[in-house]
């Protein structure tokens, strides 16, 4: 493959186009053409539309009015095609959280659930979970909204806090950063961290992308939920869920969001699609604060090197090159989905070497950079030259990590000596190598000989709102466990078993 390097422009293009699961701007597709032949999408507007077997609509991710100018509208949900390793991961993933959501899930029908599992909640000894719920777990797993306290006791409960905090910043200035308090250990709740991502993690992202917003009418999408829609019970349990969690989280660790979103979509998404959950009002009174770090991505110099190669196709005798494409601002067409059995796709197969990926490029095809698109749908060999853009880091990754150790810096700014106990919980890869490399970073780490605590809890991507919920119920038995744990460990879905008989050997 040729190389080459390049800044700037392309940089700044490809960071445009990449996106959280919340986040891309995205445009009307009613120009879209899609030739039945070729399997080629075109896209007059730039902007990829989904295919139609994903039961997303060409309408269905549009925002309106204020929302869509201030926000943004959300990112395609796609399908994209894993290995079978891959696929044999999250099959087991999928089963694991399944039955350990089961083992974790609080009886209805009795007071003190009998522990059947090691990990199953012992409520009897440990009253953290039901002391964080509002009401009954009746009312928690069938989604009945949590009364809240009037505004006026949230506001004046929030006046109290922040002058208070006001207050001891000022004696902390005084006195000195630490105020001759000792290290109350790692897993002290005052001294452990819990960084949550949002979307796919608390919010159930991809559910609401691929099944509720295209359920509703075109002028219900621009506001919040319905009651009258289908999908508002699952919601409302689900929302009621996340509340439970954030108050267990803080009962063990002090807790923050970090985002991949632009402010302020983590408070109108929950206002939208979690009826019943007052967010801002709850990490008000908890005291959580939320980052948005995609605002950080206009100022990420990222380099790019071009990688080049030619795919070569037989389309003599027909058959679908099965890719959905995008057309770009200087001519080329960027890959938006391979299409499973179409000839790109067996390409692949026997060039593993050369494959061709969602987001590579066509520059050229049959030497010809014009009319890409007509090229391709000609009964003909076809020579397509394609190229990737790798990028020297993933802009992404650098934007949690600027607001993590933000983060890192407010929890533990005044308490340098501290041994730092980081949980970091997300859905995607980013999380996991941002925090890494927060707490590998000299210059952020406690000054404290002790080595930090770097823990991750890698979600399922893409979930269900069903595996989703099931991830969080599993995680409000864990939480105080896995604060508690004296040791780094990373957590994916499958690994479940393992992590287990670390965190409740003891049990």
């Known amino acids: 493959m040729a190389t080459a390097s390049t800044t700037s422009e392309l940089s700044r293009t490809r960071a445009n186009q990449q996106s959280c699961p919340a986040f891309s701007d995205i445009h009307s597709v009613q120009d879209a053409e899609v030739d039945s032949q070729a399997g080629v999408l075109s896209i007059a507007t730039g902007h990829a539309r989904p295919c139609e077997d994903e039961g997303v609509g060409s309408e269905s991710m549009g925002f309106r009015s204020w929302f869509e100018d201030r ?55 440990n009253s953290l979970a039901l002391e964080a719920m509002n009401d009954s777990p009746e009312d928690a797993l069938k989604g009945k909204p949590s009364p809240s306290p009037p505004a006026s006791c949230f506001q004046a409960c929030g006046d109290l806090r922040s002058l208070t905090r006001k207050l001891m910043a000022l004696i ?30 608390l919010l159930p992202t991809t559910y609401i992308l691929s099944t509720v917003i295209p359920s509703l009418a075109e002028e219900d999408r621009a506001g919040v939920l319905p009651e009258s829609s289908p999908h508002q019970a699952a919601l409302a349990a689900h929302a009621h869920l996340v509340g439970f969690l954030l108050r267990t989280a803080r009962r063990v660790a002090r807790v923050a969001i970090v985002s991949n979103s632009l402010s302020p979509w983590v408070e109108a998404s929950s206002a939208r699609y979690l009826p019943g959950l007052d967010l801002e009002s709850l990490l008000r009174e908890l005291d959580v604060p939320i980052y948005y770090a995609r605002r950080h991505l206009p100022n990420i110099a990222v380099t790019y090197k071009v990688e080049k190669w030619d795919v070569h196709l037989d389309r003599s005798s027909g058959g679908r090159i099965g890719v959905d494409i995008i057309p770009e601002f200087d001519g080329s067409l960027a890959v938006a989905r391979i299409e499973e059995g179409g000839l790109m796709d067996k390409w ?23 009319h890409l698109t007509a090229e391709c749908r000609k009964m003909q060999n076809l020579r397509i030259t394609v190229y990737r853009a790798v990028p020297d880091r993933d802009p992404y990754v650098e934007a949690k990590r600027i607001d993590m150790v933000a983060c890192l810096e407010k929890f533990y700014g005044r308490h340098q000596k501290w041994r730092q106990n980081v949980l970091s919980i997300g859905d995607a890869c980013t999380e996991q190598q941002a925090i890494k490399e927060v707490l590998q970073d000299s210059s952020v780490v406690s000054t404290s000989a002790r080595r930090p605590l770097c823990k991750t809890v890698n979600l399922i991507d893409t979930p269900t709102l ?30 479940l078993d393992d992590l287990e008989a670390e965190l409740f050997k003891k049990a």
């Open 71 to 125: 926000v943004g509208a959300p990112r395609l949900v796609r399908k994209e095609k894993r290995s079978p390793e891959e696929q044999g991961r999250r099959d087991t993933a999928l089963e694991k959280v399944h039955h350990f959501a089961t083992r974790c899930d609080i009886s209805l029908h009795s007071g003190m659930p009998v522990r059947t599992a090691m990990s199953s909640p012992d409520l009897q000894g």
């Open 172 to 201: 902390q200035d005084f006195l000195g950063n630490d105020l001759g308090v000792a290290d109350p250990g790692f897993q002290d709740p005052e001294n452990a961290v819990i960084i949550f991502d949002w979307d796919d993690t």
């Open 348 to 370: 692949n197969q026997e060039h593993p070497d050369q494959e061709v990926h969602p987001g590579d490029r066509f520059s050229e095809v049959n030497g010809s950079s014009q």
């Open 466 to 495: 069903e595996q989703l919920s099931n991830e969080l119920r599993i995680l409000l038995v864990w939480l105080s466990h896995m604060v508690q744990y004296h040791k780094d460990f990373d957590l994916f879905m499958d690994g």
